[in-house]
């Protein structure tokens, strides 16, 4: 027997089928529907800082996530978000970079008298070496700037080289090496690169101790002018251009504007770009003109510019380089120099000068 929809019959037939299917149909795409926007409530449900789940976290996998994301915490004390910003209306609107340029306002900003610096290991190997050019880093610290305690913040129990034992045997100074957990998500997120633990361990440091961090390739050059920058100012950072470099910043302890910037890591943390949370962020804070929050900070243009990162190889050039002028220098070329060791101090370039300048003080 044949089917034929000539049928009236048949033709009732097929407009029955036709009908349930599409009923079907339409119950399903309901049902996914209700469960999308089911996810998307999870997804968007605040959790306190340090517990941001990731957006692309399954729902049934986001407590799971907010548990973990507590390894993220560092140290022993961690900001709390009690911390109070300037409110004034009158800044809005008006945030320009040169408004941050320290003045004295009668008010005295006290930043303790200490010294950060991170040294991190992803691999292992035992107690990490201090080399020639970070030693020379810290001699720079010790010689012009004299503060009370130098903390180096790492994953292992000690550091290790002939460096680390001159740095190790001064006596007018306290040396302190502070063992950190190991920084494997920020936000709930993983970490790709060890510079971003570095940059957050950095930001922990110094919210929890204040005083001074910077890279093992910042010299400081003017320890004066330096101190009353701090003095005048809530923090005191390095502009590169249009962002803040990281390199080097200096902050009161329990800072509001690095409490911000901890913030930005919490809810907003971007592995996949590179300056996000660690340079373009910070800026963000500062130049918001539809904020009424404040920040007393001091942008210092003369640690990462002239010459700035695309132009480091002019430190490797004589005359090159007008470091003299400077608060302290970044000079960014560490991956770029053949003599790693006491070598360097008998070349003929900018970056020798800055070495021998800091080694004959």
């Known amino acids: 027997m044949k089917f034929s929809l000539k049928s009236p019959l048949n033709l009732l037939l097929v407009a029955v089928c036709l009908s349930v299917a599409c009923a079907v149909v339409l119950i399903y795409h309901s049902h996914i529907i209700l469960r999308c926007n089911d996810c998307q409530a999870v997804q968007k449900k605040t959790f306190p800082a340090g517990n941001h789940v990731d957006n692309d976290t399954p729902p049934e996998q986001a407590v799971a996530v907010k548990a973990d994301a507590s390894n993220s915490l560092i140290l022993n004390r961690d900001y709390d978000g009690s911390h109070k910003h300037e409110i004034n209306p009158g800044c809005r609107g008006k945030k320009r970079l040169k408004d941050y340029r320290a003045v004295d306002t009668g008010r005295v900003y006290h930043h303790p008298s200490i010294v950060h610096y991170i040294k991190l290991s992803r691999y292992g190997g035992g107690a990490p070496h201090i080399n020639f050019r970070e030693y020379t880093s810290v001699l720079s610290v010790h010689k012009f700037l004299r503060p009370e305690k130098i903390m180096f913040h790492t994953y292992s129990n000690s550091l290790a080289g ?45 919210y929890n101790y204040g005083g001074i961090v910077l890279d093992f390739d910042v010299i400081i050059v003017n320890g004066t002018r330096l101190k009353r920058q701090q003095s005048l100012s809530e923090c005191v950072l390095s502009e ?50 539809k904020s009424d929050v404040c920040y007393n900070v001091h942008l210092d243009d003369t640690i990462c510019i002239n010459p700035n990162w695309g132009k480091q190889r002019e430190w490797l050039q004589k005359g090159a380089v007008n470091w003299r002028t400077k608060t302290a220098a970044h000079y960014f070329v560490k991956d770029s120099i053949a003599n790693d060791g006491e070598g360097l101090l008998k070349e003929n370039h900018s970056l020798a000068d800055l070495l021998r300048y800091v080694h004959n003080a």
């Open 240 to 289: 590169e251009g249009d962002y803040i470099n990281c390199g080097f910043y200096s902050c009161i302890k329990k800072s509001p504007y690095i409490a911000k910037w901890l913030e930005s890591y919490d809810t907003d943390y971007r592995p996949d770009l590179w300056l996000h949370n660690g340079s373009f962020r910070p800026m963000d804070f500062l130049l918001d003109k």
């Open 162 to 206: 002939k460096y680390w034992d001159l740095i190790n045997s001064w006596t007018d100074v306290s040396i302190e090496v502070n063992k950190i957990p190991k920084v494997e998500k920020i936000g709930g997120k993983f970490v790709p690169y060890i510079q971003h633990e570095a940059d957050y361990v950095k930001l922990k440091s110094v």
